[in-house]
């Protein structure tokens, strides 16, 4: 199956400087067509990106091959993602 086009789209706005969290990974790219491009379930999906702590390096890795970044990029966007959740877990 050929690799949706929107991955090509979300790795310029990363290496631009554009993207700076995981969630804008996810305004670009549908988080059910992610779920599905990595063999997970789109509600197991939602739960990790509710607790952006819980992913596990292998799904971030799997997700940096997806957009073609370094995994480190991708790894820096979700604990980036997890910082923002923790200050809006705190507020409440």
Same mark, same amino acid.
């Given at each position: 199956?050929?690799? $949706? +086009?929107?991955y090509?789209? &979300?790795?310029? *706005?990363?290496? %631009?400087? =554009? !993207?700076?969290s995981?969630?804008? &990974?996810?305004? /670009?790219?549908?988080?059910?067509? &992610?779920?599905?491009? *990595? ?10 990106? @509710? %607790? ?6 292998? $799904?971030? !890795?799997?997700?940096? %091959? *997806? !957009? $073609? &970044? $370094?995994?480190?990029?991708?790894? /820096? *966007? !979700? =604990?980036?993602? =997890?910082?923002?959740? @923790? +200050?809006? +877990?705190? +507020?409440?």
């Amino acid at each position: 199956m050929a690799k $949706d +086009k929107r991955y090509a789209t &979300v790795k310029k *706005l990363i290496e %631009s400087g =554009y !993207i700076e969290s995981f969630a804008g &990974v996810l305004e /670009n790219i549908p988080k059910t067509n &992610v779920a599905r491009d *990595l063999g997970m379930h789109h509600q197991t999906f939602a739960k990790l990106i @509710k %607790s952006p702590e819980k992913f596990a390096f292998k $799904d971030a !890795i799997r997700i940096a %091959s *997806l !957009i $073609d &970044v $370094d995994d480190m990029t991708i790894i /820096n *966007l !979700i =604990y980036k993602q =997890y910082v923002i959740e @923790k +200050k809006h +877990k705190r +507020k409440k």
